[in-house]
């Protein structure tokens, strides 16, 4: 009899928090969480925004500031994925013409064959890509002095100006730590529901009934 006591204020004692008010605190968690992973989301988007924003404006140190400021964002930061990363358009863009005036601004026969080839390709692309550059280079070919021109310039590589930084799994933040309240939540309603059902099938197989 002393154990089957022990067993029904087992039972009571479980029962005195019910299994819907742990549902609605892990539904008000989860909210919480998705919130917070949100701004997180978008705290990253405003500063890889930043960055492009200086890159087009041509200020490089702002720009090195902007990559350091999405950098550290992004390393202390969950779900802050960057995807494919943030490219410098701009900064290679202006890198690669400047080679390219550099080397077309040499003594040629047939003039600046550079400004030549871009007013053929520059009205065939709406962006700078590296189709552009491959038009660019084709166009130079076709002149005497080209072929040697474009052998001779070594334009920057494009990998150079892609930066990806990686976020964590967890981080200590709003975010991190509304996500562990959710799995503590989630761990209370399934130790209470196995204790619950275990309780009740020892009464049930030793004493018949509760």
Known sequence: MADKRGVRRSIHQLQRVKTWQLV???ILAGFLAATFLRLN???MIERRS???A???AGNSDATIDRLYDLQRYVSSHMNT???KGVYLESSYKRDVQAVYDAASSQANDNGNIYKKAQEICAPQFSRWSSAYVLCTS????KFPAGADLVSAVKLPKADA???VYSSPLWSPDFAGWTLLICALIGVMII???SSLALLRSILHRHYKSV
């Open 24 to 26: 609605l605190l892990l």
């Open 41 to 43: 989301n978008i705290g």
């Open 50 to 52: 930043a960055v492009l």
């Open 54 to 56: 200086a890159d087009e």
């Open 81 to 83: 994925d960057m995807g």
């Open 138 to 141: 084709s166009e130079l070919a």
């Open 161 to 163: 100006y892609l930066h």
């Open 191 to 193: 130790t209470r529901i």
